[in-house]
């Protein structure tokens, strides 16, 4: 019988741990802080949460994919705020399709409430784990409350630990493990716009809000009691920066400047941005995702990611589903399955990174720019009119579950195609008329 | 007054605590191991190491040229060794260039006394480093000795540690750095040629002998007792790897099919490749090198590379020489000299890094292909008709002090140009007609 350790109780832990209870194995749960569904709220850093179909097809497979969406709001499309306030419209897919604003907090409290409702699961609080004995499966933990040591072995772990991830540490130490982190010049920070006196939203909520201004971007999500979340992405360091936008005098000056609209919409801007704490955006890529049938790392402890794609949580959920699909198709048996499944997933992992990377660039810089609305129009156009020879790059990583490694590469191919497109003359006078189609179809066959 | 203090007396370690010991200052080191100056000779898996025009100017800078050139032995080409036994000479520069075969033990030892021998340089042994505290610049270490930890404040802090730096780890930790760790597919082992009973070489001892042979490779390098050391270059894993030739059968068919010149020269080869452990190769890149003004890491910690262009201790070597001359510069303000440092120096790093590991593929399969060696003898003669015009790649890397990524970026133009010549009909028959000079003086200018 299979005792399933797995570090670290977040998003992807808990769908985890709701997983290996469905198949009958004792699963241990360990987490570093206090239990989140008796603890009082805290406004953390986390930025909103974009649900989209891959995350909601694990919360199905999990069972709880009715309750989420009670607390979740859609969002069909992106709005775009010009530095003159003209606003713009695009949606993210076809008519019904949406990605949908969440809170973490309450997702997590969800999917841990369901994981400890298993009478074989036992989920263990305030253990911060130091470090994994390679030799024996032993997880090394030390209790923040009894401060004393714990050791406790395991015949499978799962590493959910996040982007820091102690597991990943000690693979990193002990065997051919290729590793890579890097930091995004751009850190982030968390700001507000609050409900208007009757609880209604002060924008639109069913849009993704986005300021883009090249260099950096504002952007806004819904939650459910009429604020919005919003997040300033911007540079460390340079002439406009985290590092000299520094006391609240530059903060409005530059909000008046830059983000007209938006500082009407928050009259304590200035407070909250000098309070809130500015925070860092770290890329991991590694390999392989396991050690011998032992461990796996699945989630940000795999492939951290930037936040642009909305595809963090979403590709930690998908992790989930991939291995529990694999370990079905082997009859549960666990021979080879981490290593088969690291091999298999892994590509997948680096292509979204890839992706989330490269949508940093389109959301702040191309959303403003002419040409990249046209293309996406023309897209749309073509994409309905032949919807078997054409699903745009953002819909196949968003509403579909294509593997992100095929997405990326398909991706590339419109985008060469796209390109052709756009040298056509006149394209921004003559993109609706039917040659502009004929020339499309003649280019995808 | 500046307190220095360094992790690590290996190679580059002593060569910077004599270095900084030269302009005045108190200097500490701290090594993991015992004295090696005092402690018996161990043959560790140390690659024998080639120094070359980068290592030499260090070792002059530190007033023991003269001291090594005693110990080391010129190898003007390589000899390559085909499955046949037929032998191809390909010399490494002009007639009088060389890179040198020398033993890390003794040059280790050498830098060490030299380093002891200053009355302003404090030599502790036995220091396994534990951490570092940013905040206070105090190293922490546990004496292996008395298994006690201590605490030792610098002020500047120098982390020669080497692949696996304590020092590295912790800022990894605490600021944004980027790192990456990637191992290659291909492990080593190291075997041994023995002197002839009378203790002259069995083989040519100016040469550095390589097997190549595609997917792996098998060099020896003289040592002043008349034997070789030798280093099988291999697959970890596969048909053809350590994990699949593990028997004393196994080792000598294989040699008998493979290298049967060098098996005949190694009559207790499978005893030697049974005993002898099996290394993994490592890159490691990462950025910024330097943390604020008080601790920069310099060789191995820095920027581990492969050792198939024998820069490895070269470019840790020069590293400490750069360091000096921007000290020196800046009239021995250390204000900025750290993160300017990282500056200048991190693309080199860098491109010694990619060089290496091009190296790599040329040593194992290129040596053995007739285009390549053409389009080095045409290089040759071009660069001696016009040594102004051309400088070879593998000259600028080893016999000038041109800095890493300068070179780096000439040899690709270089390569652009030859795939042209190579392009050239017949260009095996007429490459040494005046025409193909002629063809290449104009690409060049």
Redesign the interface.
């Known amino acids: 019988m299979e005792k399933i350790g797995i570090v670290g109780a977040g998003l992807v832990g808990s769908l985890q741990a709701i997983l290996m209870a469905k198949k009958g194995y004792e699963v241990h749960v360990f987490e570093r802080r206090e239990d989140l569904r008796t603890a009082p709220v805290i406004e953390g850093r986390s930025i909103n949460l974009a649900l989209s179909d891959r995350g909601w097809k694990a919360l199905q497979l999990a069972g709880i994919k009715e309750e989420i969406e009670k607390i979740a709001i859609p969002m069909y499309g992106r709005c775009m705020h010009a530095l003159d306030g003209t606003l713009t419209y695009q949606p993210y897919g076809k008519e019904d399709q949406a990605i949908y604003s969440v809170s973490r907090g309450e997702l997590n409290r969800q999917l841990l409430n369901l994981a400890g409702a298993f009478p074989n699961v036992q989920l263990h609080f305030h253990k911060k784990c130091d470090d994994l004995n390679l030799e024996t499966n032993a997880l090394i933990f030390t209790d923040s409350q009894t401060k004393k040591q714990e050791e406790h072995t395991l015949s499978r772990i799962f590493a959910t630990d996040g982007a820091y991830s102690a597991v990943r540490v000690r693979m ?2 002990s065997m ?8 995004l010049e751009h850190g982030y920070k968390e700001l507000v716009i609050n409900a208007n006196p009757d609880g209604s939203h002060k924008l639109e909520k069913n849009y993704l809000h986005i300021w883009p201004r090249g260099k950096f971007m504002l952007i806004a999500l819904a939650n459910l009691d009429g604020s919005f979340t919003c997040t300033l992405f911007f540079p ?1 360091h340079g002439e406009e920066s985290f590092e000299t936008i520094d006391t609240t005098e530059k903060v409005t000056a530059f909000f008046r400047k830059t983000f007209p609209d938006a500082l009407e919409l928050m009259p304590d801007l200035a407070e909250v941005y000098m309070r809130n704490p500015t925070s ?1 955006l770290m890329m991991v890529r590694c390999h392989p995702w396991n050690y011998k049938d032992q461990v796996v790392l699945l989630g940000d402890a795999a492939h951290a990611m930037v936040p642009f794609y909305g595809q963090g949580m979403n590709c930690g959920f998908e992790d989930c589903t991939v291995f529990y699909e694999m370990l079905e198709k082997a009859g549960d048996s666990w021979e080879n399955i981490m290593s088969d499944f690291s091999g298999f997933r892994q590509p997948d992992g680096e292509a979204i990174i890839d992706l989330a990377l490269d949508n940093y660039i389109e959301m702040r810089e191309k959303t403003g720019d002419p040409d990249f609305l046209l293309q996406k129009k023309i897209e749309a156009k073509f994409s309905k009119l032949y919807p078997n020879l054409w699903t745009p790059l953002y819909s196949q990583v968003t509403f579909s579950n294509t593997r992100y490694s095929e997405a990326y590469a398909n991706g590339k191919r419109q985008d060469a195609i796209m390109k052709k497109i756009l040298e056509i003359e006149n394209i921004h006078e003559c993109w609706d008329e039917d040659f502009v189609m004929e020339e499309l179809l003649k280019l995808v066959k």
């Open positions: 990193q130490k051919m493990f290729d590793y890579s982190q890097k930091y460390m860092t």
